[in-house]
């Protein structure tokens, strides 16, 4: 079978469309490179010639082999070289009218059976497509920065677009070593239609002042496994360009989460643009730079002084009370493991122990310290055994009900001074604090899963915590190695509050037919860098304990486009929470 599309022509040789022409060259096909100018193309070809000669350095390229690639690309300025292309990909400014421009131009110079495509990431194909005469030959081909590493490439097809044009395009992307996923004409098509929206909402919690943005960022990094936190990520790629996607997913969307966070518009105006400017959401020590330097005037908040912890108690006998539990007795605190009853306190301490071995057996821990650990941690059925602990920590149930009932007993028993935490993931710490009549001694400390590997833990100060119980808070999480992030009472927390509707927006785009579950995974871990894509995900989390998230962040906020999406509760209803019960968005009874 002929290989698709032998001759190809890039118009606009940017650090993306240079990456396309090389990765083209490199599949052994002619590159015809198209510039505005002959000065831009002088500048496009020692870009590139920069870039292969660095390739060449890395041992990615040979020399031999630089060469070959540099004698199947052209670089000039006149665009009626496109005309002996097969395939014509534009990549030029994010600006609709010029693309339409290039794009009729295109129509007029290319023969009839040329396909043309556009590399935009936000603006509709369709509208490009319509300034020309042969739309069903027009499609997006939206590749990821940087080209030569970034294995993702959405074939956007739009509504008039033929299948064979958008197989041909696929069947180029798999010969250029790239994974196709094929995606319709919307606002950000499937990655950055699920990107932003996310990153929109974490700009929108930092010009809150909910959390600081390296807060923010620690959180989603150490709690999600990303690879970048989203206020470094919007800083890398450009304040203007997420805010001109937003623009284009709310114009279509008329969703409120779309619509640009107001700092977004002001750090524009500005002209803090992230590290393209040299400054953004953080400061940079230079333009282009990725190196973070620090603020001038920037100060160190004082903290006062926190309470002494020097025995734990902590409330329930699941995986999550029994990793606590560990991670406290591993840094030698005297632990206290209670449950409701002393056969389930048992049955946690002897799960601890396991736990235990198999870190001494993976080399992580010696037998010395595994029996001193285990020494430290007394199991009880009695909450009474808790009297003279200076922390508890509760890790029952996620129903308020049974929390309060619990922290209504604490109050009870606990010293005076002693700090009462909850490791809800949802509900609200205040809630839990109401129930005591020492709502000041009240925080929320959210350990993620599994507390032992997972550095993240939430500290949930509400609007009655004390200073100092803030302070021992943070202070314990330092000393137990792991990286607290500070916010407020609010559902969600950080992680949950971004995570979460990200995750429902993918539901909301297999629910409309609009990609399938692997091609939205596959995008998201190709395009993202993602450690799995948001379907895995969900079926790991497990959808009811995910639409239980979803409805109270929606019952907090008010926003339509925080309501479940429906199929994410039909599934729930018919019994599919994933792969707990072997099937979820995928059937996992059958791997």
Request: with cysteine; glycine share 8%; hydrophobic share 45%.
């Amino acid at each position: 079978m002929e290989r698709p599309f032998p001759t190809v022509a890039v118009v606009g040789l940017g650090t993306m469309g240079a990456g396309i022409a090389v990765a083209v060259a490199h599949s052994g096909r002619r590159v015809i490179g198209i510039e505005a100018n002959p000065d831009s193309a002088a500048r496009s070809l020692a870009r590139i010639e920069e870039s292969t000669a660095a390739a060449v350095r890395r041992e990615r390229l040979t020399a031999e082999e630089r060469t070959a690639l540099l004698g199947l690309i052209s670089v000039g300025d006149q665009l009626d070289a496109a005309a002996i292309a097969d395939l014509v990909i534009e990549e030029v400014p994010e600006q609709l009218e010029l693309k339409r421009e290039i794009f009729a131009e295109l129509d007029r110079i290319c023969p009839p059976d040329t396909v043309l495509a556009t590399g935009t990431t936000a603006l509709s194909v369709t509208r490009i497509a319509a300034a020309t005469a042969r739309p069903e030959r027009v499609l997006g081909l939206h590749f990821f920065n940087p080209v030569h590493t970034m294995k993702l490439v959405e074939v956007v097809r739009t509504v008039l677009t033929t299948p064979q044009v958008a197989e041909q395009a696929a069947d180029f992307a798999r010969e250029l070593g790239k994974e196709p996923v094929a995606a319709g004409d919307r606002a950000g098509f499937v990655v950055n239609g699920l990107l932003f929206a996310y990153l929109n909402q974490a700009a929108a919690m930092f010009e809150s002042k909910y959390a600081t943005r390296e807060d923010i960022d620690a959180a989603m990094r150490l709690g999600c496994g990303l690879p970048m936190g989203p206020l470094a990520l919007l800083d890398l790629i450009g304040v203007d360009t997420a805010r001109t996607v937003l623009e284009a997913m709310y114009e279509q969307s008329k969703d409120r989460l779309h619509a640009p966070a107001p700092i977004l518009g002001q750090l524009v105006a500005a002209g803090l643009l992230g590290r393209k400017s040299g400054r953004g959401f953080y400061t940079y020590q230079a333009p282009g730079s990725s190196r973070v330097v620090a603020e001038p005037g920037a100060e160190t908040v004082g903290r006062v002084a926190g309470r002494e912890v020097r025995s734990i108690g902590v409330c329930g006998s699941g995986t999550m009370a029994t990793g606590i539990v560990e991670v406290f007795a591993k840094a030698g605190y005297q632990v206290i493991l209670t449950a409701r009853s002393q056969e389930k306190a048992d049955k946690a301490k002897a799960q601890l122990a396991r736990s235990l071995e198999r870190s001494v057996a993976k080399g992580r821990l010696t037998a010395e310290q595994r029996d001193a650990a285990l020494a430290l941690v007394t199991p009880s059925g009695r909450y009474a055994e808790l009297a003279e602990v200076d922390l508890v920590v509760e890790a029952v149930a996620e129903d308020l009900a049974v929390k309060r009932e619990l922290f209504a007993t604490l109050d009870k028993i606990c010293k005076p001074g002693a700090v009462l935490a909850t490791t809800t993931s949802s509900l609200p710490v205040i809630s839990c604090a109401t129930a005591t009549s020492r709502p000041q001694d009240v925080i929320g400390m959210h350990f993620f899963n599994p507390a032992p590997a997972m550095k993240l833990v939430e500290v949930v100060s509400t609007v009655l915590t004390a200073p100092d119980v803030t302070s021992t808070v943070l202070a314990l999480c330092g000393t137990v190695k792991k990286h607290a992030v500070e916010c407020g009472d609010r559902a969600g927390f950080i992680v949950n509050a971004l995570l979460f509707p990200y995750l429902n927006d993918a539901v909301r785009m297999l629910q409309e037919h609009y990609a399938t579950v692997d091609d939205i995974d596959t995008a998201m871990k190709l395009g993202c860098g993602y450690p799995m894509g948001p379907f895995e995900l969900l079926d790991v989390v497990g959808l009811d304990v995910s639409l239980t998230i979803e409805k109270v962040l929606h019952q907090e906020f008010r926003e339509p486009g925080l309501a479940a999406a429906p199929l994410l509760e039909h599934l729930v209803a018919a019994g599919c929470l994933g792969r707990k019960t072997g099937r979820g968005f995928r059937d996992h009874a059958r791997r």
